[in-house]
C-alpha cells in the first residue's frame, strides 16, 4: 500500500531506470540480475546508477546490490567511479520512506499531500546535504512541485479553460532547463504508464511518445525480457519436478538439475539462475545441498 501511495503522487519517479536495449551479443557482466541482461547499466548520473542497481531488489537482497555496485564501480577509471558512500546513503533513504504512512491516498487533500511532500524533503536532508540533494532529486521534488501545483489551480479556477491557461503560465515561468526537467519526467511517466496495455496499443502509444526507432527498440527489449522470463518459469517448472522426484537419490538430482540448467542457460545465465535458485530455496525452505 505504501508503495502503491508513494507511486500515485509522485514521490518516488522509479519506474526503475530507462534501459537502452543492447543488440550486441556479448554476454551480460556479472553486476546485473537476470532482469537486466540485454541491457546497458544506466550512467548518465549518479541517480539513474543508484536507481539502476536498485531496480534489482527481489531478483537479488540488498547485500548482493551492493556488491553487484562495488564490483561495477570497481571496474571503472577513478575519475568515473560513484560515490561509495552516498550509495550506501541512497539505500538508507529508500528504506526510511517506507516508514512514510500518509493513510488513504484518495481522502488526502492539497494541505495534507503538501505536508507529506515536506516530510519527503526533510527525510532527503537528513540524508544528503543540499548540494547532494540537489544532484539526486532535483527533477523528481520539481515533478511533485508542479503536480501539487496543479492541484491547487484545480481547485483555485473555476472551470478548464481557465486552468489550462493559469496551468501553462506556470510552466512559461520556468527556466528553460527546468521546463526541459518537467518534460523529461512528465515523458517517462507517460512511457511508463502504457505497460500495462496490450503489445500493439502500447507500441503505437510509445511510438507516439518517442518516435518509431525508439519504440522499436523499446518493443524488441520488452519481447527478450518476456522470452527470458518464459524460459525462467520453464526451468523453475523442471527443476521442482526433479526435486520432487522421490526415486532419485540425491547424487542423481544434483546431475538431473546440472544438466537440465547447462542444457537451458548460457555460462553467464547460469550464475545468476544458481543464485535465484538459492534465494528461492531459502524462502521455500528447500534445499538441494
Known sequence: MKKTVLSLICIVLTAGAVYTYNSQTSEPTVTQ?????????????????FDYFLSGLGEADIDTLREHFRS???QQATAYQFDEDL?????????????????????LDA???????????QAQLQFFSYEEQQRLFAEENLQRDLTLRKLELK???????????????ELDNLPPVMQESYRNASLLAQLQSTQSMDPQER????????????????????????????????????REMILADSGMASAEQQFALET?????????????????????????????D
Open 33 to 49: 540480475v537476470p532482469s537486466q541482461q540485454d541491457t546497458q547499466i544506466d550512467t548518465d548520473s549518479a541517480r539513474d546508477t
Open 203 to 238: 507500441y503505437l502509444n510509445q511510438q507516439a511518445l518517442v518516435g518509431p526507432e525508439a519504440a522499436d527498440r523499446l518493443a524488441q527489449l520488452s519481447q527478450k525480457r518476456a522470452a527470458y522470463q518464459t524460459q525462467l518459469d520453464e526451468y523453475f517448472e523442471q
Open 87 to 107: 550509495f550506501e546513503r541512497f539505500i538508507q533513504y529508500r528504506a526510511a520512506l517506507r516508514d512514510l504512512d500518509p493513510g488513504n491516498i484518495n481522502q
Open 260 to 288: 537440465l540448467r547447462n542444457n537451458t542457460f548460457t555460462t553467464s545465465q547460469r550464475r545468476r539462475v544458481k543464485a535465484l535458485e538459492s534465494m528461492r530455496d531459502t524462502q521455500g525452505g528447500q534445499s538441494i
Open 155 to 169: 481547485q483555485q479556477t473555476q472551470d478548464q479553460e481557465a486552468y489550462l491557461s493559469a496551468w501553462q503560465q
Open 72 to 74: 561495477y564501480n570497481a
Open 111 to 121: 494541505d495534507a499531500l503538501r505536508q507529506l511532500n515536506d516530510q519527503l524533503i
